[in-house]
């Protein structure tokens, strides 16, 4: 998989958490296969992945455009692009509040984010 150089800070709820997203672009037999890793600033001994493979992920992920997936969210058509601190946020708050804790020691894959953005509202993916 192609990693981040570096993983990115976000702090929202007075929580610091580190994340990138990761994904392959010269995989084609796994292609859409790509993942988010999570790890909570103040407990770097946990490391959280989450994988997709229903979610067909941007190719300029650096680039911040209306680039994405087309998909619809609770009824509205709108443009999921992982790579976007607004979509992490909500996989970090679903998975820390449903999946695990961030006390947690160790590394946890979590293999069906694809059932993660359902559970957020996020169906009929293009």
Same mark, same amino acid.
């Given at each position: 998989?192609?990693?981040?150089?570096?993983? &990115?800070?976000?702090?929202?709820?007075?929580?610091?958490?580190?994340?990138?997203?990761?994904?392959?672009?010269?995989?084609?037999?796994?292609? *859409? #296969?790509?993942?988010?890793?999570?790890? *909570? =600033? =103040?407990?770097?001994?946990?490391?959280? &992945?989450?994988?997709?493979?229903?979610?067909? *992920?941007?190719?300029?992920? /650096?680039?911040?455009? =209306?680039?994405?997936?087309?998909?619809? #969210?609770?009824?509205?058509?709108?443009?999921?692009?992982?790579? &976007? *601190?607004?979509?992490? &946020?909500?996989?970090?708050?679903?998975?820390?509040?449903?999946?695990?804790?961030?006390? =947690?020691?160790?590394?946890?894959?979590?293999? /069906?984010? /694809?059932?993660?953005?359902?559970?957020?509202?996020?169906?009929?993916?293009?």
């Amino acid at each position: 998989m192609k990693n981040r150089v570096k993983l &990115r800070m976000m702090m929202f709820n007075e929580e610091k958490w580190l994340w990138s997203y990761n994904y392959n672009d010269m995989d084609f037999i796994n292609y *859409p #296969h790509s993942y988010y890793l999570f790890v *909570p =600033d =103040d407990n770097r001994k946990l490391k959280v &992945r989450v994988f997709f493979t229903r979610y067909a *992920p941007n190719m300029n992920l /650096d680039t911040y455009l =209306d680039e994405g997936t087309i998909c619809f #969210h609770n009824g509205k058509r709108v443009v999921l692009n992982l790579c &976007r *601190p607004f979509f992490a &946020r909500q996989i970090i708050e679903y998975v820390f509040n449903n999946l695990c804790s961030r006390t =947690d020691i160790g590394e946890i894959n979590i293999n /069906d984010g /694809d059932s993660i953005l359902e559970n957020l509202g996020y169906t009929d993916f293009y």
